[in-house]
C-alpha cells in the first residue's frame, strides 16, 4: 500500500501551495496585485515554500491569505504591520498579532492590550484575543512576511514576501483614501520610505511590541499612544474612530 504524499496535516498548518489560495483570493485584490503574479520573485517564493512542504516542514498559517478576504482595499482604513505569523501550534490564522479564540495570549498581543488599556481604559483580561473584530472595522492586520516555519521565527522572512507586501502597501496608498500606517519594528518601518510625501496619511511607529522591545529606545511601544492618536486622526478625516 503506497503512503500517502504528505503527511495529514494539522488544522493550524498550511495544507496546500500557496498558489491554491491565490485562486480564492478576492477579485477586488487578485486584479489590484495583479502584477505580482506575473513576478519571477513570486514564482520563487512559491516554489520555495512548497519544496519546504513536501519535505515536511510544518508551515503556519493555514491560510496566509485570510486577512484579504476579510477586508477589501477601499475599505481599509489602518494598516498593522508586524514582522511574520506566530510560530506555535494553532497560534497563526492570518491575521497578524491575532490569535484564535482558545489559544494561550502571546506576550506581543499581552503588551497591545496593555497598550489600549492604558490609552483607553478596560481590562485587558477581558479583550479576545481574536482581532477579527479590528478587521471587520477597516484594520489591515498584515505581517511584513506571510509565513513561517514551526518554531523558527522569522524563518520566511528573506524569501521574497516583500513582492507581495510592498504591492499591497502601494495599492492602498495609490487609492488616495486617508490611511493611519502603524509600523512596528525594523521590518515593517524598511516601508516607510513608501509612504513618504503623501498627506492623506498618517504614519505611527515604535518598536516592536515584543517583550523584547517593548520597552526599549529609540521608540518603546509601551506608552506610544498610538491607538489614541489613529483614532484622533481618523476622526478628523470624518472617518469612524476604531474600537480597540
Known amino acids: 500500500m503506497s503512503l500517502p504524499l504528505f503527511p495529514e496535516a494539522s488544522p493550524s498548518q498550511l495544507a496546500e501551495p500557496v498558489s491554491a489560495f491565490l485562486e480564492r483570493l478576492p477579485a477586488a ?65 492570518g491575521l497578524s498579532f491575532s490569535v484564535p479564540a482558545g489559544i494561550a495570549r502571546p506576550r506581543s498581543l499581552h503588551n497591545i492590550f496593555q497598550e489600549i488599556a492604558q490609552e483607553f481604559g478596560g481590562d485587558p483580561k477581558a479583550f479576545s484575543n481574536d482581532l477579527t473584530r479590528w478587521v471587520e472595522q477597516g484594520v489591515l492586520l498584515l505581517n511584513t512576511s506571510l509565513t513561517v516555519e ?13 513582492v507581495l507586501t510592498d504591492a499591497v502597501v502601494q495599492v492602498l496608498v495609490d487609492g488616495g483614501q486617508p490611511l493611519v500606517f502603524m509600523l512596528w519594528g525594523a521590518h515593517a518601518q524598511a516601508k516607510r520610505p513608501m509612504l513618504e510625501g503623501r498627506p492623506q496619511i498618517l504614519v505611527l511607529q515604535s518598536n516592536h511590541p515584543s517583550p523584547l522591545s517593548a520597552r526599549r529606545p529609540p521608540v518603546p511601544f509601551l506608552g506610544s499612544g498610538q491607538f489614541l492618536k489613529a483614532n484622533e486622526w481618523l476622526t478628523q478625516q470624518g472617518l469612524t474612530p476604531i474600537h480597540w
Do not use: C, M, N
Open 29 to 93: 485584490w487578485k486584479s489590484a496585485l495583479g502584477g505580482v503574479w506575473r513576478d519571477p520573485r513570486w514564482e520563487s517564493l512559491t516554489a520555495r515554500i512548497e519544496q519546504r512542504r513536501e519535505a515536511g516542514a510544518v508551515i503556519y498559517p493555514p491560510d496566509p491569505f485570510r486577512v484579504f478576504s476579510l477586508l477589501p482595499p477601499e475599505q481599509v482604513k489602518v494598516v498593522i504591520l508586524g514582522q511574520d505569523p506566530y510560530h506555535g501550534a494553532g497560534q497563526a490564522h
Open 150 to 162: 514551526a518554531g523558527q521565527a522569522g524563518s520566511h522572512a528573506k524569501w521574497g514576501w516583500e
